[in-house]
């Protein structure tokens, strides 16, 4: 009786011990390349559409516009996909796809495409994902499949989704994207009613905050600014001080992903921060 429990008791332990050691080697790694997906043409004036509070007086800066390739393991996931090439003067000159052949990945090895919200200059490069999952916050899916569709949501650009019938998971709470806590997309309403922003842990970077537009440059980060075509700004200004907690907490660094400045906080294309 004795010996079988204690036979028992190696066999658990036996088993706990091989348990610790997948464990130990199983975190997957976690890399993120950014992608451009287009370049304002000339300067913006930014006191004029991007302040409810008529800040930033005769602050012009040009926008730039990211989309964002993240590797677990062996599997893909793209964030924010940019304007389509050729669609308007702020598009970029080559598009997705074809930056991803440049790091040999086909759009149906795409797993996951989260993206940030519903505005155009976000949703222009869905399409060629045929295989992917969207992440899209609850609220922004809502409008984009009601009957009347709120101003600014970029229907058109979830027509094959729409049409074909493609996997969809609207969010109403945070997502960990592969559950280990590495790719987190995170609820930051306010901007559209289901904004969201993406949190990356990287092993040597640490950890990154893509900002999605919950903000659209530094100094609208730092002083809270809310652009004058908003959603919500109460849930605006919320969603940002959640965004400067977890910054805080974890000592990420944010990418506001409309500024030229934060551009080389990542490895220039095709290399990925790591
Ligand atoms: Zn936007």
Known sequence: MLRGLSLLVVGVCANLLVGVVALAQSPAEVTLTRIDCGTGPTPTDVGQRFSDTFAYKDLKLTFTFSCYLIKHGDDYMVWDTGFAPGSNPNAPKVGIVDRLK??????????????????????????????????????????????????????????SWIDEKRKVEPL?????????????????????????????????????LLSGDAVHFHENYEKDGVPAFNYDRAQTIASIERMKQIVGNVKATVIIQHDMRDIGKLPAFPAAAK
Do not use: C, Y
């Open 102 to 159: 440049e790091v040999r990945v086909t759009p149906d090895q795409v797993k996951f495409v989260g993206i940030s919200h519903f505005h155009a200059d976000h949703t222009g490069q869905l399409a060629p994902f045929t295989s992917a999952t969207l992440f899209i916050g609850k609220g922004d899916w809502d409008q984009i499949t009601s009957p009347t569709p709120m101003q600014g949501a970029n229907v058109a650009g979830f027509k």
């Open 172 to 208: 109403a709470a945070d997502k960990d994207v592969f559950g280990d806590g590495s790719v987190i997309v995170l609820r930051t309403p306010g901007h559209t009613p289901g904004h969201s922003s993406l949190l990356v842990r990287l092993k040597d970077m640490g950890p990154v």
